[in-house]
């Protein structure tokens, strides 16, 4: 049966390095992510203390033990891309499917939605990764599309499905895994 624990939400500090670095040296973590091996915690407190400050990166602890993070980024520099969000997380080995991750995706998803706005949230997963796309499908992510030889897994170039979740139902359409769709090209607008 599947265990309870008690979960609180909170943003990074930089004391937390060392627990961020434990959390990436666990090999699905890493792997499920775009993470290198061999993390360090001075690469982490530089990740920290560099954080842009438009971002958000939120930890999971039980409760001394840090578990889990999730970065909510400004998905693109341009001013047209404004209400996207892009969400990357991981959970440490020894804690994955506990309910953590759907844990830090609610607090994400509510600070997406009611305090900064976003109404479109993207991300890639890799297309084997059953446990992510579960729990992001439990928040009505859909598949957008696939991403062919994305990135490098141990030694094979892997593919990974984009998703997004929209605040607008119209544009809730899953592709499943037929991957991408060949949209119809739309007529061009002319300015004048
Ligand atoms: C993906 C990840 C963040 C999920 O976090 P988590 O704490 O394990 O997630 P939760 O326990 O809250 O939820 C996992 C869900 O997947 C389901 N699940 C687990 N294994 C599954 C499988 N093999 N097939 C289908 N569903 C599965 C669980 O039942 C659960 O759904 P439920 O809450 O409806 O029962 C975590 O597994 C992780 O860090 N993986 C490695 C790194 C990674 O892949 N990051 C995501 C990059 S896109």
Do not use: C
């Not at 998803?109 to 796309?133: H, S, Y």
């Amino acid at each position: 049966m599947k265990r309870e624990p008690a979960i609180t939400i909170r943003r990074v500090e930089p004391r937390d390095a060392e627990a961020l670095k434990a959390i990436f040296d666990s090999p699905r973590s890493m792997a499920g992510t775009l993470q290198l091996p061999y993390p360090s915690v001075a690469m982490w407190a530089k990740r920290i203390a560099d954080f842009p400050i438009e971002d958000v990166m939120l930890v999971a602890e039980v409760g001394d033990d840090l578990v889990g993070n999730l970065g909510l980024h400004v998905a693109a520099k341009s001013p047209r891309r404004r209400h996207a969000g892009a969400i990357g997380m991981s959970v440490r080995d020894d804690w994955q499917n506990r309910g953590v991750g759907t844990a830090l995706l609610a607090a994400g998803i509510d600070l997406a939605d009611n305090w900064i706005g976003f109404t479109r949230l993207e991300l890639t997963v890799f297309t084997d990764n059953a446990p992510a796309l579960a729990l992001y499908r439990k928040f009505g992510f859909v598949i957008e599309g696939t991403a062919r030889g994305y990135a490098l897994r141990d030694g094979q170039l892997a593919d990974v499905f984009m998703m997004a979740r929209h605040v607008r139902a119209d544009l809730r359409r899953d592709d499943g895994h037929r991957g991408a769709t060949t949209a119809r090209k739309p007529a061009p607008r002319v300015h004048r």
